[in-house]
């Protein structure tokens, strides 16, 4: 089976036409999207909590512990522009950001997968099963 790794926007936004390739399956990177989208190291990422924002009341997350708003849309954009036309290819993601409850929501109904590091499975896991729950019980 041929996959292709989804890291950037540039690639999302031209998942198509990569698509058109004939592979099998796509894997969104959360961790390298982020990075690239906010233009952030992740390396960095704690200073963050030391910006100016905070000290103005301005709330924050860290990018790289909660999937901000424009990488959600642009992965789940992307996967509905592909879907018309490559219904059956199969849709993951992984990184560090599906140990997070609030990443898995997001994104969940994009995916046929969701991979993580060895150190995050039982997290992972846990928050899959939540979210689908949460989806057979229709609960808010």
Do not use: W
């Amino acid at each position: 089976r041929l996959g292709i790794m989804i890291e950037t926007a540039g690639a999302c936004l031209n998942s198509v036409e990569l698509l058109k390739a004939g592979v099998d399956f796509v894997h969104f990177g959360s961790g390298d999207l982020t990075q690239s989208m906010s233009s952030l190291d992740r390396r960095y990422s704690t200073l963050i909590q030391a910006m100016p924002y905070k000290d103005a009341g301005i709330p924050i997350e860290d990018p790289f512990k909660f999937l901000t708003d424009p990488v959600i849309r642009i992965i789940t954009g992307s996967v509905k522009d592909y879907k018309v036309l490559f219904p059956d290819v199969q849709t993951g993601i992984g990184g560090n950001h599906m140990k997070e409850l609030k990443n898995v929501d997001a994104v969940f109904d994009s995916m046929n997968v969701i991979s993580s590091t060895p150190q995050t499975a039982i997290y992972v896991a846990l928050n899959i099963a939540k979210v689908a729950l949460k989806r057979v019980h229709h609960i808010d």
